[in-house]
T-cell receptor
Framework: AQSVTQPDIHITVSEGASLELRCNYS??????LFWYVQSPGQGLQLLLK??????LVQGIKGFEAEFKRSQSSFNLRKPSVHWSDAAEYFC???????????FGAGTRLAVHP | DTEVTQTPKHLVMGMTNKKSLKCEQH?????MYWYKQKAKKPPELMFV???????INESVPSRFSPECPNSSLLNLHLHALQPEDSALYLC???????????FGPGTRLLVL
């Protein structure tokens, strides 16, 4: 069965520090992969996506992610975190002909000043 | 413009009430989705509409009734809900089914 695992429920970093959020997926075919961010009480904003091609994808707000097929991973990175990056981050895989999104449990990011 | 709008932002209803949630997009997208998100949980797909026709129903109870009156509008009619239905209801749209989904801000529903 398809699934997405985000091993870190909660991460705290200092402002200006680098960030990596982990995501592992389980899916038999080539996946469509996404990272969304959700601020408290808000909807989800798309950060970036991977469908095919270059395995390093750039997104908005200075985020990037790297698809590693051998590790079934799609980790999100940012070189320098800003206080406004504090939010919940969801990794998702699109499966099936209609691209049903299966979300990971999410990683809550806190940023210390 | 990648905006999906949802109204109302907040809704409180009793178990005998009938209410509706509304979702609108003007991006020319032909696929629209309803998700339910419980507190501290990821979103879960409820329904998918493609070209104004119901494409997917993820075994949602009949007290939730979706409607897609035109290509820009998606409604979710609520009737005889239970307190456990309290959640954030998110709408999303994509150019066609299978493409990247863009989400609205959600309607936070409380059932008393």
């Amino acid at each position: 069965a398809q699934s997405v695992t985000q091993p870190d429920i909660h991460i705290t970093v200092s402002e200006g520090a680098s960030l990596e959020l982990r995501c592992n997926y389980s899916y038999g075919a080539t996946p469509y992969l996404f990272w969304y961010v959700q601020s408290p009480g808000q909807g989800l904003q798309l950060l970036l996506k991977y469908f095919s091609g270059d395995t390093l994808v750039q997104g908005i707000k200075g985020f990037e992610a790297e698809f590693k097929r051998s590790q079934s991973s799609f980790n999100l990175r940012k070189p320098s975190v800003h206080w406004s990056d504090a939010a919940e981050y969801f990794c998702a895989v699109g499966v099936g002909g209609y691209n049903k999104l299966i979300f990971g449990a999410g990683t809550r990011l806190a940023v210390h000043p | 413009d990648t905006e999906v709008t949802q109204t109302p932002k907040h809704l409180v209803m009793g178990m005998t009430n009938k209410k509706s949630l509304k979702c609108e997009q003007h991006m020319g997208h032909r696929a629209m989705y309803w998700y339910k998100q419980k507190a501290k949980k990821p979103p879960e797909l409820m329904f998918v509409y493609s070209y104004e026709k119901l494409s997917i129903n993820e075994s949602v109870p009949s007290r939730f009734s979706p409607e897609c009156p035109n290509s820009s509008l998606l409604n979710l009619h609520l009737h005889a809900l239970q307190p456990e239905d309290s959640a954030l209801y998110l709408c999303a749209s994509s150019q066609v089914q299978g493409e990247t989904q863009y989400f609205g801000p959600g309607t936070r529903l409380l059932v008393l």
